[in-house]
């Protein structure tokens, strides 16, 4: 069944960018919308936006100066950029399919130097 | 952005009960673009019901969603221990998707 890992360093200094890579397993990336969710420890979900598998592409206007996120239909994945990085951005980042509904398990990113 | 409120915040039951949870949007959602998603600690949210009311494949029957325009609610007719959890609603309607804040549910 398709699966979804989220990948990339557990651990980013402030002021620098986060990256992170979400692979797609037992089925295509095509033909699908594909989001990133984040959760502070403790707290609530945040949508930071969403990329069709054409590329294009939907921001939270609160993250969009920071936010970039691109998809590699060749290698199956979709990433995630945040730039400007802040303590505040310490969270579990998730990526998921939008419809239907599949989450990967979550990754912990820390910001902190 | 639409602004959703959930509340309770903690609601405590005991097994076998019925659990009502409530999501009010600050403005219309389109559509009924509203989902309810469960989440345990340490576990990603497993999504429940989508456009207020269609439960998502393999969910049981005892989780039911209803609501149109701004008042929504997530109704567990009875309580399993395995529904003690957070409950989160979500509009899709319009960006940004918003969540609201969550209700706790926890054994009495």
């Known amino acids: 069944q398709v699966q979804l890992q989220e990948s990339g360093p557990g651990l980013v200094k402030p002021s620098e960018t986060l990256s992170l890579t979400c692979t797609v397993s037992g089925g295509s990336i095509s033909s699908y919308y594909w989001s990133w969710i984040r959760q502070p420890p403790g707290k609530g979900l945040e949508w930071i936006g969403y990329?069709?598998?054409?590329?294009?592409?939907n921001y939270n206007p609160s993250l969009k100066s920071r936010v970039t996120i691109s998809v590699e239909t060749s290698k199956n994945q979709f990433s995630l950029k945040l730039s400007s990085v802040t303590a505040a951005d310490t969270a579990v980042y998730y990526c998921?399919?939008?419809?239907?509904?599949?989450w990967g398990q979550g990754t912990l990113v820390t910001v902190s130097s | 952005e639409i602004v959703l409120t959930q509340s309770p915040g903690t609601l405590s039951l005991s097994p076998g009960e019925r659990a009502t949870l409530s999501c009010r949007a600050s403005q219309s959602v389109s559509s009924s673009y509203l989902a309810w998603y469960q989440q345990k600690p340490g576990q990603a949210p497993r999504l429940l019901i989508y456009?207020?009311?269609s439960r998502a494949s393999g969910i049981p029957d005892r989780f039911s969603g209803s609501g149109s325009g701004t008042d929504f609610t997530l109704t567990i007719s009875r309580l399993e221990p395995e529904d003690f959890a957070v409950y989160y609603c979500?509009?899709?309607?319009?960006?940004?998707?918003?969540f609201g804040q969550g209700t706790k549910v926890e054994i009495k």
């Open positions: 456009a207020a009311s």
């Open positions: 998921a399919r939008v419809n239907p509904s599949l």
């Open positions: 979500q509009q899709y309607g319009s960006s940004p998707w918003t």
């Open positions: 990329i069709y598998y054409s590329g294009s592409t």
